[in-house]
């Protein structure tokens, strides 16, 4: 009778199987009667219950490998195939755990075909694990049914072990009747065992070695892995347990059963599109001048907002120095941007000045455009989430524009400039930057960034973990600056110690290293400025100092995940980097490094909090993991981030610190022309890091200003050895005094819990 | 007739496409799907929420393949008694493969369906990909 509709009868494919079931329990039978009354008898009742058991347990294997689902593939429905079926390569090659293996179309089943899998022409039918097709018992050897099919072998390999034994004694026994019936069967019984003992040991024993070394059949006779690794394997041990402790394997062919009714209808919901629309915002540079220029003027009364609070003043002095500057420089949007930043959003958590706060999550998006590209948001989802985090409540509006261009800026430059933190983060960094660095000449380090729109990733994790320290989204520009700046500060140090040519660009400002580094007067003149604020730091060092002066504002907590684990690597490594190179250094620009949320005075604090570094420093901690990295990581990170994150822009440009920032142009202005929105991030860190920014250094002085504000900045650099302050990116902040190295330093918790010292 | 009914109404809706999530094979033949957020349903859904969804399913298939107390245990019982007991008793795969059913079925009422899409069970494609059938989005009463 067919088999099925369309299959012929064919006799023929059960011969074999006939044939070894016959024999098998046509000879045991012969030999439970005929042989084993006597053993009983004569040797023990045992026998016979050995033998049985063995035989009952042969038969059950042979069984279940003969009828069971070895695992057979179903055909694929025409949904799935209709693409691949006419354009399909006839091979794909898929990677596992290292090793390439080619997985190929089946033209019956519509599938490729998974690794380990094979079509079986007997059986018509791929399966799964494909070991062979036993005729023996009909049937294909696969994943369910192998470790049955094994068994069947081992234990037929004992029983015609044990028959043939036992056969042999009652022969041997029972020599002088060798014509008697009982011997004569007994002696048949012996030879049909004897004759398949070879070919069935054989087998055995070749798939005792196979199941060792984790092959099937298949990959063994077609020399699959002759020569090289098997990807399958989990060492012998392993691979023993597999076969024979595994779960069952489930049948695929299934009836077709009831699927459980799901209603759908529309309408559908549909995910929320706001945050890829305030992306878009953000990219936006136009925006940024449009916001830019109504905002001025709440910036300036942001600024007055902040000279009311103790730690204003300083700041707003900053502010408006780095506005001059800005103003001198291609700052002067920016400057107004910042301003705008500042004082437009208003944000509850912030000072006047940080009005803006960006989204970190934003950041990472701007970032990689440079300004007035429009994001695309290759990440799509991520950037989404990034812009989410902080843009939310505020950033659909213009703030967030001013951050890209802030973000981008500086936070470009963070990274790549500090050449100690940056250059350890080549992805994060090179997104950052490239974009920035259209906008502002990149120099030397800042260079490094490559122009990769989606480096958002990275850099979002710089930042995320630093620079947000305020969950709403506002990037405290400040911190942004500040981690920058330290880094870059530190590296200005360097510079200004001893190195003509600032190789250090925080990666956070590296527009504002760049400037700092062309004129080193700037810097001179920063570090005096700076000086104020963190005396021990010693002037040299003024670019860090201006850098920690101003924390950046960023804060980290807004970063997602990635970013801040990439903020902190960054920051760790710069950390590292910048405990090397100053070592011997003040720890100024370490204060810096810790982005904290500073929502005001980050100027100050920036300097301050910095420069305090070394309390702050080791305590990447305080915010989320990836700030707590390394400073030097948020630093660099959360300038970088900072430029991207609007939001962080913003606040840097409340923070006074800012204004310099975006009036230390060289810098900013490099950074690109998206920052000068945000550009007042990155111009404050420009201030902040160069000494060329004035600014801050009126900020220095503000320190204890920042304080009180919440100053999200970047700790990234981990300029100095020291711990640095810990930034802490939740944001609150705790004035604290912290023996800076330079002893002056006071170290304040700013609210994205960032702790910068301040030397005041 | 009393009263006419819209085919729109009446009918499920259309089903725009299917997209196929695939196995990741990168940690060999274990069952595991690609967590990867298909470009298709960016404007359906959230990516968290997807791979939420797949990231759980994963979990329950690496639960069902274990090699545990459990498998030694029902591998022990099963030689014993002649596999005779795989006639009473069902395995502990297949337990499994009724709670993820059961996860499916869930996540299509809550999240899916709502959104327009379907999710299959991967059992009935033999394990090799999740299919996700994304329905037409027609608005009620916009006219075809």
């Known amino acids: 009778m067919p088999n099925s509709a369309g299959k012929r009868f064919k006799p023929t494919k059960y011969i074999p199987v006939s044939t070894a079931a016959t024999l098998l329990v046509g000879s045991t039978t012969l030999f439970f009667v005929f042989t084993c009354p006597w053993l009983m008898k004569v040797i023990s009742p045992a026998v016979p219950l050995y033998n049985g058991l063995v035989f009952l347990f042969v038969l059950a294997n042979f069984s279940m490998a003969t009828f069971m689902d070895p695992g057979i593939y179903p055909r694929a429905d025409e949904d799935e195939d209709k693409d691949d079926d006419f354009r399909a390569p006839l091979y794909k090659n898929v990677e596992i755990k290292g090793i390439q293996v080619r997985m190929k179309w089946c033209a019956t089943c519509h599938f490729y075909r998974p690794p380990r899998c094979s079509h079986c022409s007997v059986c018509d039918n791929c399966v799964e694990d494909f070991d062979h097709h036993c005729p023996w018992v009909n049937n294909c050897i696969g994943r369910r049914n192998y470790r049955y099919f094994f068994l069947f072998l081992l234990s037929l390999s004992v029983h015609m072990v044990g028959v043939f034994s036992f056969g042999l004694i009652f022969v041997l026994h029972h020599r002088e009747k060798l014509g008697g019936l009982h011997t004569t069967v007994t002696m048949v019984v012996m030879c049909i065992a004897g004759l398949f003992f070879i070919p069935v040991m054989g087998l055995t024993g070749f798939h005792m070695v196979l199941v060792a070394r984790g092959r099937t059949t298949n990959e063994q006779v077609t020399g699959k892995f002759r020569g090289g690794v098997n990807p399958f394997t989990k060492g012998c041990c392993g691979n023993v347990e597999y076969v024979l402790c595994s779960p069952l394997a489930p049948r695929y062919v299934l009836d077709p059963r009831k699927r459980p009714h799901v209603k759908i209808q529309p309408p559908f919901i549909r995910p929320d599109l706001s945050d890829q629309q305030i992306t878009i915002k953000v990219s936006d540079n136009g925006m940024h001048s449009t916001i830019t220029n109504s905002k001025s003027k709440s910036s300036i009364d942001g600024l007055d907002g902040k000279e009311t609070q103790p730690p204003l003043p300083p700041k707003a002095d900053r502010y408006n120095q780095l506005k001059g500057q800005l103003t001198s420089s291609e700052g002067t949007t920016c400057t107004k941007r910042q301003q705008s930043s500042l004082s437009g959003k208003t944000h509850p958590s912030t000072p006047a000045m940080y009005r803006f706060k960006p989204s970190f999550g934003t950041m990472p998006k701007v970032h990689y455009h440079t300004a007035g590209e429009k994001i695309v948001m290759p990440d799509g989802r991520k950037n989404s989430a990034i812009l989410e985090e902080g843009v939310r409540s505020d950033y659909r509006s213009e703030p967030n524009l001013d951050l890209p261009e802030y973000a981008n800026a500086p936070l470009h430059r963070t990274f790549q400039s500090s050449p100690h933190q940056l250059d350890a983060d080549p992805t994060n960094s090179r997104t950052l930057s490239l974009k920035q660095g259209h906008h502002r000449p990149e120099k030397g380090q800042l260079q490094v960034l490559p122009p990769q729109t989606v480096a958002s990733t990275a850099y979002k994790g710089v930042f995320s973990p630093n620079t947000l320290s305020n969950r709403n989204g506002s990037l405290s520009y400040d911190s942004l600056l500040n981690p920058s700046i330290s880094p870059a500060s530190a590296n200005e140090c360097m510079a200004h110690r001893g190195m003509p040519s600032m190789g250090f660009h925080s990666p956070y400002l590296p527009t504002k290293m760049c400037h700092i580094r062309e004129s080193e007067i700037h810097r001179q003149q920063v570090a005096q400025t700076y000086s104020p604020v963190m005396p021990p730091r010693g002037l040299g060092r003024q670019s860090p100092h201006l850098r920690d002066r101003e924390p950046s504002p960023v804060r980290y907590d807004n970063l997602s995940q990635t970013i801040m684990a990439s903020i902190q690597e960054r920051k760790e490594k710069e950390e590292r980097e910048k405990r090397q190179m100053l070592h011997g250094r003040s720890q100024t620009h370490i204060y810096v490094q810790d982005s904290g949320v500073f929502d005001a005075g980050y100027g100050p604090p920036a300097n301050a909090s910095f420069l305090d570094g070394p309390r702050g420093h080791g305590s990447r901690g305080p915010t989320p993991p990836a700030y707590g990295g390394s400073r030097d990581n948020l630093m660099g990170v959360g300038l970088a981030n900072y430029g991207q994150r609007t939001p962080v822009l913003r606040h840097a440009g409340t923070t006074l610190g800012r204004a310099p920032r975006t009036s230390s142009t060289s810098l900013h202005t490099d950074h690109s022309s998206s920052n000068s929105s945000q550009g007042r991030a990155p111009s404050h860190e420009g201030s902040y890091r160069s000494p060329t920014h004035k600014p801050r250094s009126p900020a220095m002085p503000r320190s204890p200003s920042y304080s009180h504000q919440k100053l999200s900045y970047i700790s990234a650099h981990d300029r100095t050895d020291s711990p640095r302050e810990t930034m802490k990116v939740n944001g609150q902040m705790d004035c604290h005094l912290s023996p800076s190295r330079h002893g002056n330093v006071k170290k304040v918790t700013g609210v994205g819990g960032t702790t910068y010292e301040i030397s005041v | ?144």
Do not use: W
Not at chain 2, 104 to 128: F, S, V
């Open chain 2, 1 to 144: 007739m009393a009263e006419t009914h819209s085919l729109q109404d009446l009918q499920q809706p259309a089903v725009s496409s299917k997209v196929f999530v695939q196995r990741d094979y990168s940690s060999g033949t274990i069952c595991k799907f690609q967590t990867k957020f298909p470009s298709e349903l960016e404007s359906r859904m959230d990516k968290q929420q997807f791979e939420e969804t797949m990231q759980t399913l994963n979990n329950l298939y690496a639960e069902a393949e274990k090699l545990g107390g459990k498998s030694y245990l029902e591998g022990c019982l099963a030689c014993l008694t002649a596999y005779t007991i795989f006639l009473c008793m069902e395995t502990h795969y297949e337990k499994v493969l009724k709670k993820i059913a059961k996860y499916i079925k869930d996540q299509n009422e809550k999240i899916y369906a709502p959104r327009g899409l379907l999710l299959t069970d991967p059992i009935e494609r033999g394990l090799r990909v999740v299919e996700i059938t994304i329905f037409e989005d027609r608005n009620i009463g916009s006219g075809r």
